[in-house]
C-alpha cells in the first residue's frame, strides 16, 4: 500500500476524566494531527482516549475520578464508552468502533509502551508478535480436519479400486453360471424325454409308481431342508467367528484405553489454580498499571487532585520554591525527593508489570495444554463408553447366535434321521423292473435342486455387479473431492510461512527506505532474516535481526542491537511495528495510527519519519514536544490545548 485514499470525514473526539483530561473535545481532520505541547499537557492521555474510543482498555481514569467517558463520530457513526473505577481496577462498557482491538494494540496505537517498539529494545522474539493476529491453533485443527477427510476419500477410493479389481471376476462368474444353468436345463429335460417313454411301458404298476412319486419328491423336499439348515449353519458359524474377532478387537482396545496415563481429577485441579492465578495476576497487573499511571502523570507535571494539593503546599514553603528542578514532592509522604529516583522506582514497577503480562501469558500456554489434554480424557471416557455398549451388545448378539446354531444343529440331526428314514422306505418301494426309473427320478431331483442353487447364485453376483458399477459412478466425484481438499490443505499450510515471508520482506523493505532517507553515520543495513528453529521448539521459524555498519574506509561489519543509538533503536521499533501494521492490512478495520514519546528522535528525522508514516494511515496522530514540532510541514493540523 502506498498511500490511503483520504476521506473528507472529520473526526470529533470527546473525553470527560480520562488519564490527566477533565473534559476536552477535538476535531481530527484525515491526515497529520500534531499534538504540540510540553510534557503534562495531556498529549499521551488524549492518545489513550483514542485507544479507548477504538476499544483499547489501556486508558486510565483521572486520579480523582471514579466515572469517565469518550465519544467518537466518525463516518456519521457515533461510539461510547465509558469506564468505572471498581476494587478490581477499571471496568469499561459501552460500544468500542473495533469489536477486537488487538490488531490495533499491537501495530497501529504505538505508544512508548508498544509492545511492537518494545520488542525491538528488549531484544524480544519478533516472529512471535508478528504472529500474535494469526490464530495458529485454528489453522492447525482445520489442517486436521483436512487430514481426516482425505484420508476418508482416499479409503473410499481405495474401496472403489477393489471393486474395480472384483469387477471382471464377477462378470466371468456370471457368464459361467449363465452356461451351467443352460447345461442343466438341456440335461433335465432329457431325462425328463426318457422318463416320459419309461412310463408308458408301465402302465400296470402305475399304483405303485404313484406311491414311489410320492415319497421320493418327499425325499426330495426333505434333502432340500437339510441342504438349506447347512446352508444356515454355515452362515451361522461365520458370523460367531466374525462377532469374536470384533468382541477380541474392542476388549482389547478398552485395556489399552485403561492403562492410558494421566489423571483428570489431577487435570482439573491444575485448571483452577492456574485460572485463579491468572486472574490474580491481571488485577495485580490491572493496579499496577493504574499506579503507573498515576505517577508518570505526577513525575511529567499532569494536574490531578493529589498534585493541586501539593502545589498548594509548596506554594506555602518559600523554602521549597527554592528547590532544584531535579527534585520533586513525594506523593505518599510529601518528602523532597530526586526526580531521578522516582524515574528508577517507575522503571522498576515497569519491569514488574512486564514480569506479570510474561507471567500470564505463560500460564495461559499451560491453560491452553492443560485444556487439551483435559479433553483428551473426556474423549477416552466416551470411547470407553462406547465400547463398553458394543462389547455389550455384541456379547448379546453372540449368545443369541450360539443358541441359534445349537437349534440348527438339532435341526440338522433331526432331518438327516428323517432322510435316512424316507431313503430306506424309497429302497424298499423299489423293485428290479423300476431301478432304472428310481434312479432317473433321482437325477430329475438332482438335476432340479443344482438348477434352483445355480439360477440363485446368478441372482446374486448379478445384483453384486449392479452394486459394484453404482459405486464406480462415484470414482470421479470422490477424485475431485480429494483434489480440493488438496488445494485447501496447501492453502492452510502455507498461510502461517507466508504470513511470516511478507512480515521479513516489508520489514527489511521499509527499514532500507527509512534508512536512506534518514542518513545515520555508519549505519549501512537493518534487516530481518528467517530462519529455521533447530532442536525441539514450539514454533518451526525464528527472526533474528542484524545490524550492519561501515568504518570510514568503507567496510561493512555485523553489530549488535546493543551498540544502537537510542534514536536508530526507536526508529527500528516504530519500523517494526509499521511492518505488521502492513503485512495485516491493519488499515482496513483501524483508521488511526498514534505515536508519542519521539524525544530520542532529532526533528529533522523525525519530520522525515512522520512523512513517511503518514503514507500509510488516514488518521495519523502525533505528540510531540513543541521544539520538534516546528521542524514537521506546515500543512499538518496542530492542536496545542487539550
Known amino acids: ?78 461510539y461510547r464508552r465509558t469506564l468505572h473505577r471498581t476494587e478490581g481496577g477499571v471496568r469499561f462498557e459501552g460500544e468500542p468502533y473495533l469489536d477486537d482491538p488487538t490488531l490495533g494494540n499491537l501495530f497501529a496505537f504505538l505508544l512508548e509502551s508498544n509492545d511492537a517498539r518494545q520488542a525491538v529494545i528488549r531484544k524480544q522474539e519478533l516472529r512471535d508478535l508478528i504472529m500474535e493476529p494469526v490464530d495458529t491453533d485454528e489453522i492447525q485443527a482445520e489442517i486436521d480436519r483436512l487430514e481426516a477427510t482425505r484420508a476418508e476419500v482416499d479409503d473410499e477410493l481405495d474401496a472403489v479400486a477393489e471393486l474395480k479389481e472384483e469387477l471382471p471376476g464377477l462378470e466371468q462368474r456370471k457368464q459361467e453360471l449363465a452356461g451351467e444353468i443352460e447345461q442343466r436345463r438341456e440335461e433335465l429335460a432329457a431325462i425328463e424325454a426318457d422318463l416320459e417313454s419309461m412310463e408308458s411301458d408301465v402302465e400296470q404298476t402305475r399304483a405303485e409308481k404313484q406311491e414311489l412319486d410320492a415319497k421320493l419328491e418327499e425325499l426330495r423336499d426333505l434333502r432340500a431342508d437339510l441342504e438349506s439348515v447347512r446352508s444356515d449353519i454355515d452362515i451361522q458359524q461365520e458370523s460367531i467367528e466374525s462377532l469374536r474377532e470384533e468382541l477380541a478387537e474392542s476388549r482389547a482396545e478398552r485395556e489399552e484405553l485403561d492403562t492410558l496415563d494421566g489423571d483428570p481429577q489431577a487435570v482439573e485441579s491444575q485448571l483452577r489454580q492456574l485460572r485463579t492465578r491468572k486472574r490474580t495476576l491481571e488485577s495485580e497487573a490491572s493496579e499496577l498499571q493504574d499506579i503507573l499511571q498515576f505517577n508518570e502523570e505526577m513525575l511529567d507535571g499532569e494536574e490531578t487532585a493529589v498534585s493541586e494539593v501539593l502545589r498548594d503546599t509548596e506554594a506555602d514553603n518559600p523554602t521549597d520554591q527554592l528547590l532544584d528542578d531535579a527534585e520533586t514532592v513525594c506523593w505518599t509522604c510529601g518528602s523532597e525527593v530526586p526526580t531521578e529516583r522516582v524515574e528508577q522506582t517507575i522503571e522498576t514497577l515497569r519491569e514488574l508489570r512486564q514480569q506479570q503480562t510474561s507471567e500470564i501469558r505463560s500460564i495461559e500456554t499451560e491453560l491452553a495444554e492443560l485444556r487439551e489434554q483435559k ?58 423292473e423300476f431301478s432304472e426309473v428310481l434312479q432317473r427320478h433321482r437325477e430329475a431331483n438332482q438335476q432340479e435342486f443344482e438348477l434352483e442353487r445355480l439360477e440363485s447364485e446368478l441372482a446374486e453376483v448379478t445384483d453384486r455387479i449392479k452394486a459394484i458399477e453404482s459405486e464406480l459412478a462415484r470414482e470421479t466425484e470422490l477424485r475431485e473431492r480429494r483434489e480440493t481438499i488438496v488445494e485447501e490443505l496447501q492453502e492452510q499450510r502455507t498461510r502461517i510461512d507466508r504470513t511470516e515471508r511478507e512480515a521479513v520482506e516489508e520489514f527489511n523493505e521499509r527499514m532500507a527506505e527509512i534508512l536512506e532517507m534518514l542518513q545515520y553515520d555508519n549505519l549501512a543495513r537493518i534487516w530481518i532474516e528467517r530462519k529455521q528453529q533447530s532442536g525441539h521448539s514450539d514454533r518451526d521459524t525464528t527472526f533474528e535481526l542484524h545490524v550492519v555498519r561501515t568504518t570510514e574506509s568503507g567496510a561493512s561489519y555485523e553489530d549488535t542491537i546493543d551498540h544502537l543509538s537510542e534514536s536508530e533503536r526507536e526508529v527500528t521499533g516504530l519500523t517494526f511495528a509499521l511492518a505488521g501494521y502492513l503485512v495485516h492490512d491493519v488499515h482496513e478495520t483501524v483508521p488511526f495510527m498514534l505515536l508519542d514519546s519521539l524525544e530520542a528522535i532529532d526533528s529533522d528525522r523525525l519530520a522525515d519519519l512522520v512523512s513517511y508514516f503518514a503514507e500509510y494511515s488516514e488518521y495519523l496522530v502525533v505528540a510531540l514536544l513543541p521544539e520538534d514540532a516546528q521542524a514537521l510541514s506546515d500543512e499538518y493540523t496542530r492542536v496545542t490545548e487539550i
Open 1 to 78: 500500500m502506498q498511500g490511503v485514499d483520504a476521506t473528507e470525514s472529520q473526526v470529533t473526539v470527546h473525553a470527560v476524566n480520562i488519564g490527566g483530561i477533565r473534559e476536552t473535545e477535538v476535531d481530527i481532520p484525515p491526515g497529520v494531527t500534531v499534538l504540540s505541547g510540553r510534557n503534562a499537557t495531556n498529549r499521551t492521555s488524549f492518545l489513550q482516549t483514542i485507544m479507548a474510543a477504538m476499544g483499547s482498555d489501556a486508558a486510565t481514569l483521572k486520579g480523582d475520578a471514579e466515572e469517565g467517558a469518550v465519544e467518537l463520530s466518525i463516518d456519521g457513526e457515533q
Open 375 to 432: 479433553e483428551r480424557y473426556e474423549r477416552q471416557q466416551r470411547r470407553e463408553e462406547s465400547l463398553a455398549a458394543e462389547i455389550a451388545d455384541a456379547e448379546a448378539e453372540l449368545q443369541q447366535r450360539t443358541s441359534r446354531l445349537q437349534q440348527l444343529r438339532e435341526r440338522r440331526e433331526q432331518l438327516s434321521e428323517e432322510v435316512a428314514e424316507l431313503e430306506q422306505t424309497v429302497t424298499e418301494l423299489e423293485s428290479e
